[in-house]
């Protein structure tokens, strides 16, 4: 599972609160990213990070930020939830191997935002 | 841009037989990376198989095969002698270059697989 964890594995917010989702991982990987999982669209990145303090928007960044204080922890905040933020949210590592890097994910965070 | 399409929503299979998955995908680039995820009922993301587009050679896990043909931009996954435990979602990936020497996976919408006993 190359050591990902996620926190928490689920949340039920309302509309206009703040939300913070933790990725934490324990084998020093450099590069982490966060991906938004919706019915009919497969996986799509909302922001990774190539190094602590180095990180940068994917396709769909909209309404979201994040942090990356320390190698092991990548911090995606909802400033103001709203209900299209309603999703599953998984959180990557990218490991090398010997030929190419390779993602590996996290267990996921289940969001609802009513 | 780079996009992926999956052509099935969902297929059905009886254990112990053979499928394809289908998968195409469409870039500029020439030397890239692709893969199969499945996603489980119990959601958790699990890399299938990868394919270099610069080896020629199809990869092969246990029973997942591909079948990669770099020109007509297709990469199929054959699951034989299906098991129960190959129902779940299966999904497609093209990896792209990112800022920082990180990268992006483009993922197909996915086709749901479900293996009847």
């Known amino acids: 599972d190359a050591g990902i964890t996620q926190s928490p594995r689920h949340k039920v917010t309302e509309t206009g609160t703040p939300v913070t989702l933790r990725c934490h991982q324990t084998?020093?990987?450099?590069?982490m990213y966060w991906y938004r999982q919706d019915p009919g669209h497969g996986l799509r990145l909302i922001h990774y990070?190539?190094?602590?303090?180095?990180?940068d928007k994917g396709e769909v960044s909209d309404g979201y930020s994040v942090s990356r204080s320390k190698t092991e922890d990548f911090l995606l905040t909802l400033e103001s939830a709203t209900s299209s933020q309603t999703s599953v949210y998984f959180c990557?590592?990218?490991?090398?191997?010997?030929?190419?890097?390779?993602?590996?994910f996290g267990p996921g965070t289940r969001l609802t935002v009513l | 841009a780079q996009t992926v399409t999956q052509s099935q929503p969902e297929m059905s299979v009886q254990e112990a037989e053979t499928v394809t998955l289908s998968c195409t995908y469409d870039?500029?680039?020439?030397?890239?990376?692709l893969f199969w995820y499945k996603q489980p009922p119990s959601r958790q993301m699990i890399l299938v198989i990868r394919?270099?587009?610069?080896?020629?050679q199809n990869a092969t896990e246990n029973r997942f095969s591909v079948n990669f043909q770099k020109a007509a931009k297709s990469f199929s996954l054959k699951i034989s002698d299906s098991q129960l435990g190959d129902t779940a979602m299966y999904f497609c990936?093209?990896?792209?270059?990112?800022?920082?020497?990180?990268?992006?996976?483009?993922f197909g919408k996915g086709t749901k697989l479900t293996v009847n006993p």
């Open positions: 990557a590592i990218s490991a090398s191997t010997s030929s190419t890097d390779t993602q590996y």
């Open positions: 084998e020093n990987h450099r590069y």
């Open positions: 990070s190539y190094g602590v303090k180095d990180t």
């Open positions: 870039t500029s680039e020439s030397n890239y990376y």
């Open positions: 394919q270099e587009a610069y080896k020629q």
């Open positions: 990936a093209f990896m792209t270059n990112l800022k920082g020497g990180s990268e992006k996976l483009v």
